[in-house]
Nanobody, 123 residues
Framework: QVQLVESGGGLVQTGGSLTLSCAAS????????KAWFRQAPGKEREFVAA????????NYADSVKGRFTISRDNTKNSIYLQMNSLKPEDTAIYYC????????????????WGQGTQVTVSS
């Protein structure tokens, strides 16, 4: 099995920065795409950013382009999400996910999920 554990969430002010981490363990060789999703109260889980595990190709939701950066460290089996210029609408629980698919931004394509980490951006 594959296990994903997020960390790095917290409370920041508008315009601040925060970096999230996700460590993977288990049979990680089965994962080709990794991504960050987020879910705010009363809303469905939405795509934030994705990265191909081997090639490093990235994709971002329009709402975070230019502000968020997804990266990977293959030696540590980890992905990161650097979040800058944070806005109150970024407040959500952030989840990391892994997919057998080579590339996907679709929630249903992801097979493995972390427990989530809370990010709160105050005004």
């Amino acid at each position: 099995q594959v296990q994903l554990v997020e960390s790095g969430g917290g409370l920041v002010q508008t315009g601040g920065s925060l970096t999230l981490s996700c460590a993977a363990s288990g049979r990680t060789f089965s994962i080709n795409s990794k991504a960050w999703f987020r879910q705010a109260p009363g809303k469905e889980r939405e795509f934030v950013a994705a990265i191909n595990w081997s090639g490093g190709t990235t994709n971002y939701a329009d709402s975070v382009k230019g502000r968020f950066t997804i990266s990977r460290d293959n030696t540590k089996n980890s992905i990161y999400l650097q979040m800058n210029s944070l806005k109150p609408e970024d407040t959500a629980i952030y989840y990391c996910a892994g997919a057998r698919a080579f590339w996907s931004i679709r929630r249903d394509d992801y097979d493995y999920w972390g427990q989530g980490t809370q990010v709160t951006v105050s005004s």
